[in-house]
């Protein structure tokens, strides 16, 4: 007797499970660090017993994690962070071949977001694993009930750590949450070099554009804007950076940059990337400007970093040119190409970060995990870091899966540096 039909879920086909169950055993071949972990928590179970509602991209990489968690012991419902990253044939294989509960369909409306990750809040979690505070967010609102019985969380995301730590000044939040984004693990790979390669490639399979001799305007010289710059400029575009942070757009001059206003900015560019968390950063102003042809793309968490209900305004007519490319036609017959609804476009074009990349963010999430199972009861309800221990082990785990060896401190050099008397 199958035992799907005994699992809660809502997912796009079912059929869809054997393509998806392979997907997840290729990405797991590239996640050395969290399959280490997963061995260890086969053994030691320390998530057992422990319900965790998890919103996070249903990729590859997420199914590699729920199913750490829960060889660890863990029972878990997962959602998607976003309407449009979800792969469907992983939901699938998760619920099929994993038993694991999954509400998320690739495209669904607003109300059917949020109806999903009130199923996952169902699930009467006692860890809350979220991509950007929308799960978080739905326990302290209209599920408040629940927030009594919550103990801890992890948070994955700039985005999330921010409107997180607004929660905490304000006094609201109701249980700790670790910010697994601002492990050095984390965001140092992920944020750069995940999303810098992923934001092209979701760029480049929505529209197969040469970026070689394009315009490139990066708004945003965070993380994720550095990684994008980086490997726009590596594929022979000539970028341009916009920044309201003095040093950050210091740091993209002297990365070899030309750095400007998006005033400025949008009339030479012809493809435009916003990674900044913030909204309308391209506005009406800016669009009004753009040059016939324009392609426009947000890499940033939520899909308002564009002012898309300006553009729609604009609009003499639109259509939808290319999957993923809708083309916004001016009065004066000038065009503006929005890339996948101006959502993550790495996760609405592609299929998000490589899974060599979110093997350190997934191996920070599995032992966050951990570390709340052990410690949440001394914590309070503030956001913390992840603990120094979790990132360096991580770092070591992954140096060590890559064959690469570092020195070790001599008794020597460690009394050296310990010291301030021998200077000479
Ligand atoms: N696409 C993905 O898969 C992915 C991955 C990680 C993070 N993110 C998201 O990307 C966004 C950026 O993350 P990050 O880690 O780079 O953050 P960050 O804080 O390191 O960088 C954001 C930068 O944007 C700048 N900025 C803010 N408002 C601006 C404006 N109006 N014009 C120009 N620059 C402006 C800030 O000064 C800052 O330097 C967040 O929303 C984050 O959640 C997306």
């Known amino acids: 007797m199958s035992t799907v039909s005994k ?9 869809l499970a054997d393509t998806g169950k392979l997907r997840i055993e290729w990405a797991d071949q590239f996640m050395p660090t969290l399959a280490q972990i997963r061995k260890e928590f086969a053994k030691t179970q320390p998530l057992q017993g422990i319900r965790i509602s998890a919103c996070l991209h249903v990729t590859t990489e997420t199914a590699n994690l729920m199913i750490t968690l829960r060889d660890g012991g863990a029972q878990i419902a997962l959602c998607a962070s976003n309407p449009l990253s979800t792969q469907d044939d992983v939901a699938a294989s998760l619920v099929r071949d994993f038993g694991i509960p999954v509400f998320a369909i690739k495209g669904e409306d607003h109300d059917t977001y949020y109806s999903h990750l009130e199923a996952a809040l169902q699930h009467r979690p006692h860890f809350t694993m979220d991509d950007g505070a929308d799960l978080v967010t739905l326990a302290h609102t209209q599920r408040a009930d629940l927030a009594n019985e919550i103990i801890g969380g992890t948070e994955e995301t700039t985005t999330g750590v921010i409107r997180l730590r607004s929660m905490a000044r304000q006094g609201v939040l109701q249980y700790p949450i670790v910010a697994v984004n601002d492990a050095d693990t984390k965001h140092l790979f992920d944020n750069r070099y995940g999303t810098g390669q992923s934001t092209i490639d979701g ?19 965070g993380w994720c804007g550095r990684g994008i710059a980086m490997r726009a400029h590596g594929l022979g575009g000539q970028v341009i ?7 950050r757009a210091l740091e993209a001059v002297m990365d070899g940059y030309r750095v400007m206003t998006m005033a400025e900015a949008a009339s030479v560019g012809n493809l435009f990337i916003t990674a900044t968390g913030n909204k309308n950063v391209i506005s009406r102003e800016h669009l009004e400007r753009m040059k016939d042809g324009a392609l426009v793309a947000n890499s940033g968490h939520f899909n308002v970093e564009i002012d898309i209900p ?108 310990a010291s301030w008397s021998e200077g000479t």
């Open 7 to 15: 699992i809660a879920c809502d997912v796009k086909d079912m059929a």
């Open 241 to 247: 950076v916009t920044e309201i942070n003095p040093t």
């Open 203 to 221: 760029i480049l399979r929505a529209t197969n554009v040469l970026i070689a001799g394009l315009t490139v305007v990066v708004a945003g010289y």
């Open 310 to 417: 300006s553009l729609e305004k604009m609009a003499k007519n639109r259509r939808m040119i290319r999957e993923f490319v809708e083309e916004f036609r001016l009065p004066d017959g000038r065009r503006i190409y929005l890339l996948g609804e101006g959502r993550l476009v790495n996760l609405a074009c592609a299929e998000g970060h490589p899974a060599m990349v979110m093997d350190m963010s997934f191996a920070n999430q599995a032992l966050c995990a951990e570390y709340l199972a052990k410690n949440s009861s001394r914590l309070e309800k503030k956001v913390y870091p992840v603990p120094q221990e979790i990132d360096q082990a991580i770092a070591r785990i992954k140096l060590d899966s890559m064959g690469v060896h570092v020195d070790q401190l001599t008794a020597e050099q460690e009394k050296y540096l």
